[in-house]
């Protein structure tokens, strides 16, 4: 319980006992407009900080030194100092910001505006709109390449996977994808790219070479009715062995063989899973489950879920601060 | 022209390009919605009073959706807006089955629905975006539409579902005494047996007629409303079944015994609700609220899922062949979204658009059905309304 007095002077003490962020999780709490505080080591909550109104879409700068939150009904980014959970400064977003991605450099961010039709790309240093991409219907999900020179929206009513040039900011390719898709994420390799459909129940393979889709991933888990399974976050490993695929009100964790695109097991979470987030030596993946309230923790090694933590009202996004 | 356009909008030219590419003529797919408005009393509230835009604003904003996505594909939609009255429907559905055009939504009760898809017999895919009646999903039947509005059976088994997990299976259902009304009973009556509700009371408000508006009528009101009620036997909720709009908006706080009310007042089951905000619907209320300056009603959100399902089809079969459309749409391989959390899909035996009902009170969703414990073998949402081996649906 001592854990839960989040004094600035606690949070300095901790601070002092390890300077390295190493290893702490970042969860945003959307509906009670916090972020939890876990340590990856003892898996205990450090502290619970307001970080602005419906928090949804977190990420940290490859420095460790700015945690970037979306707080969609402040239509801003928030910034926060990750040691002391100070608020450094705010980045001008356009309207209602779900979900964004940092250029592998640290910088931009190129953040998706699901109300606007927008992808407003900004400038983490001066503060800046660069510029604003008109893409499909609701923008939701964002992925960058590894190379960081094409970001990938999915745009969750046009059902397309645009492709964005990150010198020219123009669109260079649209890939059809199945209904609502909300993630986009790239092997660390770049030699494929991963976009998940709510709506539709699949995960769509795709060469980013040649832009086409190269393979489908269905789901069918014994016992539970096809609609309830929704893929949402996706995560791969640095590997590009095993991907992870959170599959919303089915509560599951799809696990699958990365090199066969073969689902190999599901695993059991908490109530409605969102999010996912490795820790950085991937041996833990994280899961946000927002109907029941708590971050699953998965055994990556042997994928089993080992813990569960209770957090803030409904977590939706998840990081983990780089080594 | 496009090179004309410098800074911010860079991106927009990027987007036609690759359209223009790839198809330099648009491909234009063509729609129409008509509405035959019954001109008839005013509501109780004038809060329900219809805009004139009713319908209409969700096929724009539909159209503009599709367009978005039409502008990466080549495709280019418009729908037609027609109002019309019942004397004048049969020559406006004339005039657009003339003109070619393959996909009319239609906001219309459920006689007129019947009588337009018999006159556009297979010229044109009637899209049925108002009329509730079971027997058009029934007996009366017809190929040439599908039903985006949620019928009667699928309204009274979503809440039946919810009152039974509530633990409320007494019921006491008041009807009016219009053939619509009487039709929401019988829906009702049919809910009660199909989840063990039991009807413990019965009772019809008869519709004498007159203003819907006089001074001060509140004061008559209050004191009709708890007479009317008194009396009844035990029951743990009072069910309304008011499609015309006559009492059941009185009786909240004024029945004799301090139960709840649902159904046509109180608790609502509807297809949308203006407050929705799970699963994307906060944008959705957005776009439509920046585009109508209103909050949306249902009948806009069933144009709006009609147009998105023709739009859906282009998109997926990238055709814009009526043809095509319509076998895709008919098709086991069609699924559309529409912001209720999990696929909409077209019931082969019927043409009935499976769909989530939402649980409404006046400001907030308070539940969506189907309800968690209700199972199907294969689509839960196949538990709300008349299942494959129920329905007197005979298509040739």
Redesign the interface.
């Known amino acids: 319980m001592k854990h839960l007095l989040c004094s600035a002077a606690a949070l300095v003490a901790l601070a002092a006992a390890s300077p390295a962020l190493a290893n702490r999780v970042f969860v945003t709490n959307e509906r009670s407009n916090d972020l939890t505080v876990l340590d990856g080591e003892t898996l205990e909550v450090i502290g619970t900080y307001p970080v602005g109104n419906r928090p949804r879409g977190i990420t940290i700068s490859p420095d460790g030194t700015e945690l970037y939150v979306c707080a969609s009904d402040d239509d801003l980014v928030r910034v926060f100092d990750p040691n002391t959970m100070e608020e450094m400064h705010t980045l001008p977003s356009g309207p209602d910001p779900e979900l964004f991605v940092l250029h592998p450099s640290g910088n931009p961010l190129y953040i998706a505006n699901e109300d606007d039709n927008l992808v407003t790309v900004v400038d983490v240093k001066t503060h800046r709109v660069l510029a604003e991409i008109p893409v499909g219907v609701e923008p939701e999900g964002m992925g960058v390449s590894p190379d960081g020179r094409v970001v990938i929206n999915t745009s969750e009513t046009t059902n397309m996977a645009h492709f964005i040039d990150t010198e020219t900011f123009e669109i260079t390719a649209n890939v059809l994808v199945d209904s609502r898709p909300r993630f986009a994420q790239f092997t660390a390799d770049g030699s494929k790219l991963y976009v998940t459909s709510e709506i539709g129940g699949t995960v769509s393979v795709i060469d980013p070479a040649t832009q086409e889709i190269t393979k489908k991933i269905t789901f069918e888990i014994p016992g539970v009715l096809p609609e309830a399974i929704q893929p949402v976050g996706a995560r791969v490993t640095s590997d590009g062995k095993k991907l992870y695929v959170a599959l919303g009100p089915a509560n599951r964790v799809a696990v699958i063989d990365a090199e066969t695109d073969e689902v190999t097991d599901y695993l059991l979470v908490g109530q409605r899973v969102w999010q996912l987030a490795f820790n950085p030596d991937e041996t833990l993946l994280y899961t946000t489950n927002g109907n029941s309230n708590d971050v699953s923790v998965i055994d990556v090694q042997r994928d089993e879920v080992i813990r569960s933590v209770q957090v803030g009202q409904q977590p939706w996004g998840v990081v983990v601060a780089p080594n | 022209m496009l090179k004309g356009i410098i800074g911010?909008l860079?991106?927009?030219a990027?987007?036609a390009q690759?359209a223009a590419a790839q198809a330099p003529d648009p491909v234009l797919i063509r729609a129409a919605v008509l509405r035959v408005d019954d001109p008839g009393l005013p509501p109780i509230s004038r809060l329900d009073l219809p805009p004139a835009d009713l319908g209409f604003a969700g096929a724009r904003l539909a159209i503009e959706?599709n367009d978005?996505?039409g502008r990466?594909?080549g495709q280019d939609f418009e729908a037609v807006e027609i109002a019309a009255t019942p004397e004048t429907a049969a020559g406006e559905m004339q005039k657009l089955l003339d003109e070619g055009i393959e996909f009319i939504v239609l906001l219309a009760d459920d006689d007129m629905t019947l009588a337009l898809a018999d006159q556009a017999g297979d010229r044109a895919m009637l899209i049925n975006a108002q009329a509730r009646g079971d027997n058009l999903r029934g007996e009366d039947c017809r190929f040439n539409t599908i039903h985006v509005a949620p019928s009667r059976a699928m309204l009274a088994d979503s809440l039946a579902q919810f009152l039974m997990w509530k633990n409320w299976p007494r019921w006491f259902l008041i009807h009016g005494s219009h053939p619509e009304d009487q039709a929401m009973a019988e829906a009702y009556r049919r809910a009660a047996a199909k989840f063990g509700a039991q009807i413990v009371e019965e009772r019809e408000f008869e519709d004498t007629g007159g203003a819907r508006r006089t001074d001060s009528g509140h004061v008559q009101v209050q004191a009709q409303m708890p007479v009317f009620t008194q009396r009844a036997a035990q029951h743990d909720i009072v069910i309304t079944a008011d499609e015309a709009d006559v009492f059941a908006a009185y009786l909240p706080y004024l029945t004799w015994d301090p139960r709840p009310v649902a159904g046509s007042a109180g608790l609502v089951p509807r297809s949308w609700h203006p407050a929705m905000e799970a699963w994307?619907g906060?944008?959705f209320q957005?776009?439509f609220e920046r585009l109508a300056n209103r909050p949306i009603r249902e009948e806009d959100y069933q144009t709006w899922l009609s147009l998105r399902i023709v739009g859906e089809a282009a998109?997926?079969t990238q055709s814009g062949e009526p043809e095509a459309l319509k076998e895709f749409i008919l098709s086991d391989s069609f699924?559309?979204?529409g912001f209720k959390?999990?696929?909409l899909t077209v019931r082969d035996w019927d043409h009935q658009v499976r769909q989530p009902i939402l649980l409404t009170t006046g400001v907030l969703t308070t539940s969506v059905s189907p309800q968690d414990q209700y199972?199907h073998q294969t689509?839960?949402?196949d538990t709300l309304g008349l299942d494959r081996p129920e329905s007197a649906c005979r298509f040739p």
């Open positions: 911010l860079a991106g927009a990027a987007l690759p959706d978005t996505t990466f594909m994307g906060t944008q957005n776009r998109t997926r699924d559309v979204a959390g999990q696929a199972l689509s839960q949402l």
